[in-house]
Structures are given as C-alpha cells and as structure tokens.
C-alpha cells in the first residue's frame, strides 16, 4: 500500500504543528512548511517530519519549497494551513499595511502554494487541497473586517477550486473554525498583549484548541478518496455563532 504524503504550511506552531503530529500518527509521510527554522527543527526531531523553510508571501520561495518537496517523491495532499490575523480596529480607522498583509498570507499565500503544487496533486491520481478558512469566512463582525475579508477570499478560492477541478482526482476540503485557543494566534492579532488576548477567551469553558481542529483536518485526508468533505464548520459548544458565546465569569 502506498505510503501518503502531505505538505502542511503554517506548521510551525498551532493547528499547522498539531496536523503534522497527527498525520505523522497516522502513518503518512509529512512535509512541513513555515518560515521559523527553529520551531520547525524542532518538529521534524519530534515527529520524523521532513521540513523546508519557505515564506509563503515570497513567490520565489514557494517555488523554490514546491521544488525541494517534488524531489522528495509524490505528494498526494495539500494542507494550506497558514495564515494570520492582524488588529481588531474597524473600518474607518483600519491599517492599509495591516489588511493587505493578512490578504497576503491568507489569499495570495495559499494561492500559490495551490499553483505551484496543484499538478502534482493531480498527477497523483488521489490528490487533497485542503483551505484552512474561518468562521470569519462566513460570517462579518464588527472590527474583524480584514481578517473577514480575506478569509471570504479564501473561502471563495476553495469554492472556485471545487468548481474548476471537477472531474480531475483532487478533493477540495474547506475547514472552518470559529473560537480556537492557540499559543499565538490572538496574541499576534493583538500586537502582542497577552492580557488582551486572554479576555478573548475569559468565562469560555472549553474552547477549540489545535488538536480539535487538526482532528478534524485529519478526519477529512482519512475518508475514502470517493468522500469529499466540502465544508466542516466547526465551534466549540460554547459559541453559538460570531456573537454569540456563552461566558461563564467565574471561570
């Protein structure tokens, strides 16, 4: 039987890092991909995980990983996984920079990595792109308007996809997570203030962690080729919708 193997981006940390272990759990080779060689390092000892350093806003570099992980043998799924948010300010008062990085990372970056190894996927004969979008995909809400934004683009990217790779061997995934506690994400997101980042989270009994998503990734890769799963929106029960979180304050 044919040993699997994945290209994870984002993997240096959070669901990016969680997927790799639970792949790698699963049998299946594993390429991961970021830009922090150290985290990624430390990964690669940790799982048996190959790694390439690439930055996934660079086209040169995404060309130069897509070569290395070529050379490595067939790849037969795609975890586009990358991305990031950045401030929570509203329209009128947004940063330009700020909304076309996170459109950068969160739409460019995962349409190159699809360009650069979309014919490989299909020459595989049983190829996976999975877009890791958001909630934020689906639905707008106050002060997350470029996070929003972009992750409606990479949402309509795998749309499109579906659309455009019908008939060939290659699922289109699309997971779309709502409240996920992860070591950097919200951090980032608030320039680094980790008291701020934590009252995103205050009174939320039990929210999404890395693990519970990468579960979820890895329950699409492992379903017969025939299964496509199209759309996983996933939340923790605690939140009903964007607005709609149940906090208990004594936590």
Not at 62 to 71: E, H
Not at 220 to 249: C, E, G, S, W, Y
Request: glycine letters at 10%; aromatic letters at 4%; hydrophobic letters at 45%.
């Amino acid at each position: 039987m044919e040993t699997l193997r994945a290209v994870v981006t984002g993997a240096s940390s959070g669901i990016g890092a969680a997927t790799v272990r639970q792949l790698r759990e699963q049998g299946w080779d594993v390429v991961a991909v970021a830009r922090r060689e150290d985290k990624l390092k430390a990964l690669a000892e940790e799982t048996g995980a190959d790694y390439i350093v690439a930055d996934l806003t660079d086209d040169a570099a995404v060309a130069s990983m897509a070569d290395q992980v070529l050379a490595g043998g067939v790849v037969h799924s795609l975890v586009a996984n990358a991305g990031a948010a950045f401030g929570t300010d509203t329209v009128a008062e947004a940063s330009v920079d700020g909304w076309r990085d996170m459109f950068d990372i969160n739409v460019l970056g995962v349409l190159r990595v699809v360009k650069a190894l979309l014919p490989a996927l299909i020459d595989s004969g049983r190829g996976d792109i999975v877009v890791m979008s958001s909630t934020a995909g689906h639905q707008a809400y106050e002060g997350g308007g470029g996070y929003v934004a972009a992750k409606h683009g990479t949402h309509s990217m795998a749309a499109t996809l579906r659309l455009e790779l019908a008939g060939e061997p290659v699922r289109v995934i699309e997971i779309a997570p709502g409240m996920v506690a992860t070591d950097e994400f919200t951090v980032k997101r608030v320039g680094g203030d980790e008291e701020k980042a934590a009252r995103v989270y205050e009174g939320v009994e039990n929210p999404l962690t890395a693990d519970d998503v990468a579960d979820a990734v890895v329950y699409t890769l492992t379903r017969p080729h025939h299964f496509n799963v199209d759309l996983m929106v996933i939340r923790p029960i605690a939140q009903a919708a964007q607005h709609k979180v149940a906090r208990n304050r004594g936590l």
